[in-house]
């Protein structure tokens, strides 16, 4: 579904006037969207956030590669984009890398770092452009192809025609039940009622999600949307 119809389908709900399809470019950079239109927006993308973080969606999920460099200890492993890391493996050696902390690294590399084959790997801060860093232990001694795989949340929606990535009918309810409480026009009754739908639907997508891997099946759902 649509950024477009994500937000229509709140709107209907609400009894509120729907976006043409007319808009086209940024939502915040349109003369055809209301105010009002413009806040469900950002209400469904608060929704759609929630959502990401309660699973790992397998729509989210994506490997990304590192090669390795003689020396070289530290590796860029996103581009600015929140990430969770599912695994990690040595292409060359089959050997899985062990996730520890940074206390760890540093203690290790006394009187000097480690080298061989990478071992253990752990978060080390981002760079300027907030690509997240790893580094990785022992220092490897030559060249690795280092397989990440990991859950990266998908960019905020902000034109017309992107679409979202994991399931609408949660992220629907979930900006609905926000936007009635935004109102404030129930005392929360209503609002309550639809939040406590939005996370019966959240169940039931991450059931579903969950059946489609035969290992991945640990899940939790909290309770507010």
Same mark, same amino acid.
């Given at each position: 579904?649509?950024?477009?119809?994500?937000?229509?389908?709140? *709107?209907?709900? *609400?009894?509120? +006037?729907?976006?043409?399809?007319?808009?086209?470019?940024?939502?915040?950079?349109?003369? #055809?969207?209301?105010?009002?239109?413009?806040?469900?927006?950002? $209400?469904?993308? !608060?929704?759609?956030?929630?959502?990401?973080?309660?699973?790992?969606? $397998? &729509? *989210?999920?994506?490997?990304?590669?590192?090669?390795?460099? %003689?020396?070289?200890? %530290?590796?860029?492993?996103?581009?600015?984009?929140?990430?969770?890391?599912?695994?990690?493996?040595?292409? +060359?050696?089959?050997?899985?890398?062990?996730?520890?902390?940074? #206390?760890?690294?540093? =203690?290790?590399?006394?009187?000097?770092?480690? =080298?061989?084959?990478?071992?253990?790997?752990?978060? &080390?801060?981002?760079?300027?452009?907030?690509? *997240?860093?790893? !580094? $990785?232990?022992?220092?490897?001694?030559?060249?690795?192809?280092?397989?990440? !795989?990991?859950?990266?949340?998908?960019?905020?929606?902000? =034109?017309?025609?992107?679409?979202?990535?994991?399931?609408?009918?949660?992220?629907? $309810?979930?900006?609905? @039940?926000?936007?009635?409480?935004?109102?404030?026009? !129930?005392?929360?009754?209503?609002?309550?009622?639809?939040?406590?739908?939005?996370?019966?639907?959240?169940?039931? @997508?991450?059931?579903?999600?969950?059946?489609?891997?035969?290992?991945?099946?640990?899940?939790?759902?909290? =309770?507010?949307?």
């Amino acid at each position: 579904m649509t950024y477009r119809e994500l937000i229509n389908q709140v *709107l209907i709900r *609400l009894r509120e +006037d729907t976006i043409s399809s007319d808009w086209s470019g940024n939502i915040n950079d349109s003369s #055809v969207i209301s105010a009002y239109q413009k806040v469900i927006g950002s $209400l469904v993308n !608060d929704a759609k956030r929630s959502m990401e973080e309660r699973h790992d969606w $397998l &729509n *989210l999920r994506e490997t990304v590669d590192i090669s390795t460099v %003689n020396g070289t200890k %530290n590796y860029n492993l996103s581009s600015g984009q929140e990430i969770k890391i599912i695994d990690s493996i040595n292409n +060359d050696t089959g050997m899985h890398l062990r996730q520890v902390s940074k #206390v760890y690294i540093n =203690t290790v590399k006394y009187p000097s770092d480690p =080298t061989g084959e990478p071992l253990y790997y752990g978060f &080390n801060g981002s760079d300027a452009s907030n690509n *997240l860093k790893v !580094d $990785l232990s022992p220092v490897p001694t030559e060249a690795h192809t280092i397989s990440f !795989d990991i859950v990266k949340y998908q960019d905020e929606l902000a =034109t017309a025609t992107t679409v979202l990535k994991v399931p609408s009918k949660p992220v629907i $309810l979930g900006a609905w @039940a926000r936007a009635i409480a935004e109102r404030g026009e !129930d005392g929360g009754t209503q609002s309550s009622i639809m939040a406590n739908e939005a996370n019966e639907a959240l169940k039931q @997508a991450i059931m579903l999600d969950s059946g489609n891997t035969t290992y991945e099946t640990d899940w939790f759902v909290e =309770t507010n949307v």
